[in-house]
């Protein structure tokens, strides 16, 4: 377990998990589905879609329940609002130094059950961690990591899941420095996000949050997620001309290249 305790103050997270929809979209089978073309980031237009007429169709005001949050899950809000803080902590003085002076606008985290609404449309568990630069968030149902998981392996440890919030705060870096719309391809902006999650960890591990050893929860997972493993995982052949996130080899590449380095411009070169 990371020394969490050594980050100063908490993230802005915004707890939905007490609330229930009545929208109950995906599951393990259809995120598996997704997954080939829209892991970490990446949605796809006609399923949005799709999420966002459920929403129209199935959530209205008077099917809202609400329940107490379990103890694990109180203790879930306040691990993520220090992964955030940690980002928070470390980002601004980066972009000072080799952005010339981009200022850094905290992003916030939002954490849900299975659907929400969201500036981009409806967010669901089955699309997986996902940032929306119209509301500057992150969204997280992080029942996730179990169910990725368990079909492609990798690490589930506390590290792991603390490099994908940062991956998506590495999309929300993406944002202020104005890339993230610049018409560079998926694959692109997926590696420099797992690039810049790796100079999150560099910082992490500077001050002494994590170590060197619990970074390889985050290779793992990593490595876990790439579009040639979960295409071989699902349908036994690997079709590189249709990846949207990267190799497992180059999601681990530009990871480590964020930790070794810590440069936005070593970033900018994958």
Known sequence: MANWDKVSGEGNVEDR????????????GSLVLVLAFMFLGGKDPLLDSVLNGLAQNSSTPSTLETR??????????KFASKVVASNNDSWPGILQQQADGVQYVAPKLVLFRQATSAACGAESSSVGPNYCSADQTVYLDETFFDDIYRQFGGSTGDVAQAYVISHEIGHHVQNLLG????????VSLELQADCYAGIWAKY???????????MQQAVSAASSVGDDHIQKEQTGTVR????????????????KTGFDKGTLAACKAL
């Open 179 to 186: 890339t993230l719309d610049s018409g560079a391809d998926s």
């Open 17 to 28: 998990r007490a609330a229930s929809s009545g929208l109950v979209v995906g599951g393990v």
């Open 204 to 214: 992490a591990a500077n001050q002494g949050i994590i170590t060197a050893q619990e």
């Open 240 to 255: 590189p001309d249709s990846f949207t996130h990267g190799s497992s080899a180059q999601r681990v590449g530009a990871l």
């Open 68 to 77: 107490s949050l379990a103890p694990s899950e109180a203790a879930y809000k």
